[in-house]
């Protein structure tokens, strides 16, 4: 059955860091482009970073340098190493894979929560 399962999210004061963990099972993950995603509350679904198979990556607009995706096909995870935090980049951060032909996200993760508070 396909996993994916978030980690390192949690309480943080403005200007701290964090990394967020995303670890894949039952797919062969190194042939999947991988996204997250974050949700703020009351608010939608916005896209904060992908990285693709051969490790092409995009960033939102909002980004600004502070955060960094990475993958380790090794360990079947992908993560995203967010710096500079703002209140604004409160949210619950969802991994998702995308389907086969790349056109939808196709699997998620049940998120983690961050929160950013002095």
């Known amino acids: 059955e396909v996993h994916l399962v978030e980690s390192g999210g949690g309480l943080v004061q403005p200007g701290g860091s964090l990394r967020l963990s995303c670890a894949a099972s039952?797919?062969?993950?190194?042939?999947?482009?991988m996204t997250w995603v974050r949700q703020a509350p009351g608010k939608g679904l916005e896209h904060v970073s992908s990285i693709w198979t051969k490790g092409g990556i995009r960033y939102a607009d909002f980004v600004k340098g502070r955060f960094s995706i990475s993958r380790d096909n090794g360990k079947n995870t992908v993560y995203l190493q967010m710096n500079s935090l703002t209140p604004e980049d409160a949210a619950v951060y969802y991994c998702?894979?995308?389907?086969?032909?790349?056109?939808?996200?196709?699997?998620w993760g049940q998120g983690t929560l961050v929160t950013v508070s002095s």
């Open positions: 039952g797919f062969t993950f190194s042939t999947y482009h």
């Open positions: 998702a894979r995308w389907d086969d032909s790349g056109s939808y996200l196709e699997i």
